[in-house]
Nanobody
Framework: QVQLVESGGGLVQAGGSLRLSCAAS????????IGWDRQAPGDQRDLVAR???????TYADSVKGRFTISRDNAKNMVYLQMNSLKPEDTAVYYC?????????WGQGTQVTVSS
């Protein structure tokens, strides 16, 4: 199993930036992919960005060019740099890790972008 703790959410004006952090613990060496999902009120939880153990990354079309995912494997940390934020980016952001066919999420961190 793996435990995930997010931090870095908050309130920001449109056009601003935030950096989310996720600290992973437990069976981190078995993680195949790690990244971020988000869920707005009334919506389903969707992939935002994902970093794979092979070194590649994928992004939702809506965030390409604005968000960047990065990892510090030595510290078991994952980051999401979010630039040019828009009101539609408002959501609870969850760190997600996949290992051994199972998915694990953190408790989430709220990101609110005001217009």
């Amino acid at each position: 199993q793996v435990q995930l703790v997010e931090s870095g959410g908050g309130l920001v004006q449109a056009g601003g930036s935030l950096r989310l952090s996720c600290a992973a613990s437990g069976s981190t060496a078995s993680i195949n992919a790690i990244g971020w999902d988000r869920q707005a009120p009334g919506d389903q939880r969707d992939l935002v960005a994902r970093s794979y153990s092979a070194g590649s990354a994928t992004y939702a079309d809506s965030v390409k060019g604005r968000f960047t995912i990065s990892r510090d494997n030595a510290k078991n940390m994952v980051y999401l740099q979010m630039n040019s934020l828009k009101p539609e980016d408002t959501a609870v952001y969850y760190c997600k890790a996949s290992l051994r066919g199972s998915g694990y999420w953190g408790q989430g961190t709220q990101v609110t972008v005001s217009s």
